[in-house]
């Protein structure tokens, strides 16, 4: 058990990043289908840091998001500081979260939607301060966060039965 | 008593110490974000070719993300193929009747061309701002957000790619390289609402009008159409007129189709007209792309 979980801990860093990329993978064909009118963004690396934060040190969560978010801005954007910022604060957010409330599946349901709006919300907040995009804050809310919340509210509702058998066994329940 | 007094002022003096120290270093997170943004924005803007570092982990990346994206095109494919099935009859009636001139075309355009490259060898010009060369590349993804619109194509330095270039769709214009690695490349859409984005220079040729010149200067969402702007006269432009590169700027050839003309309109002060053109190409189904070179003064 216990050397499941040291794998796990090395394997994770490398499943989220593989997450990160099927993410916007997913996020394109829904593109095409809806004909660029809305964004369904799937947040499966995000769900993958929820689950390892349940697991793992603080240090090491925030560290992992630090890199991946440096490898996402790299790659997306060549725009270093976007995500970078963005995903720590976030996993920030699940610890003192769930330093009070326990990870049930109605609570991380519920607190999926306050993770994915800090996520999203941030890195908007940060390209408009930066001047990098025209703000242009009720179509983001309407065509971007409305239905990418949508959507991964029914996701997790769908893989709701092996996250509630994974995080059973973390040291928070 | 003394000994309870004591232990008191010290833990006072620890949250004191612990609450300055935790505004310093929010002050130093802070000033090391704005400075990482503004540097890597710096250095994206730039002429060259991206720091090596950067260059390394995104071609890595776009190799791992390129051996995902071939599942991923399939499905896209069998989608595409539906609802390329239902339009079939209707397309076939309608390129029927296009197929009766095209014979005549074809051997008129090769008249044409063998015409046009003895003129070109008595002038003894060997290459127009017409003349280009094209790199065909597959899309390995998009950048998952609305905001930043750029492409990641699986062609780099090696395949002779250089930043600025001008990138085709299936039938038109859509965007530009921004960032070359040496295997990958990212191209920004003119969707792009990045402010930075290049203005491409453009000419509108009414019937029997003089050509008319431009430079594109954004993108509207709500006309979901590119918007012309400084243009030298509005004179017979009107709905449906087609819109092409002049390759008056230094990147961009002459003659890409970008679009057609949607409507002309008044600016806000009044004073100009500005012209909107609806693009050929989908900006949204991309697949392959063409980037093109020009061939001459490219270097300039």
Known sequence: MQKKREVMKVLLPLLVLLAMLMDSQISNILRLLTGGELFFISHFMLLGLIMGSLFYSKTYMVITSIILGLLFDTYYYS?????TVSLPLTVLLVYLVFDYIEPTIPTLLLSLVIFITIMDGSAYFIQVIFNLIEGNLLGFVSTQLGPTLLMNMTIFILLAYPIKKISEKSNRG | MLDYLGTRTWGGNVKKFNSSKKIIIAIVLAIIIILLVSLS???????????????VISDLVATVDQGLSYPVRAIERSIQSVSNLL??????????????????????NEILQKENKELRDQLELQATLTTNEKIVAN?????PDDWQDIL??????????????????????????????????????LTSTNQN???FPVMITPDGEESVFGLMASYSEEESALVVKQLTSVKGVKKGDKVLTSGLGT??????????????????????????????????????VTVVKRVVGSGE
């Open chain 2, 139 to 143: 899309v390995i993804t998009r950048s």
């Open chain 2, 41 to 55: 924005v710096m250095q994206r803007d730039n002429e060259d070719s991206s720091g090596p570092v950067q260059s």
């Open chain 2, 197 to 199: 984005s290049n203005h």
């Open chain 1, 79 to 83: 725009i270093l500081g976007i995500n």
């Open chain 2, 87 to 108: 339009g079939t009859y209707e397309e076939n009636g309608q390129l029927k009747k296009r197929l009766d001139s095209y014979a005549s075309m074809q051997s008129e």
């Open chain 2, 251 to 288: 990147s961009s050839p002459k003659g890409l189709m970008v679009g057609t003309v949607s409507k002309v309109e008044p600016t806000s002060f009044g004073l100009e007209q500005e012209v909107y053109v609806s693009p050929a190409s989908s900006l949204y189904d991309i697949s392959v």
């Open chain 2, 152 to 189: 990641i194509i699986d062609r780099g330095q090696r395949d002779g790619i250089e930043v600025n270039m001008p990138v085709m769709g299936s039938s038109g214009l859509i965007g530009r390289v921004i960032v070359v690695n040496d295997t990958s490349a990212k191209v920004e859409l």
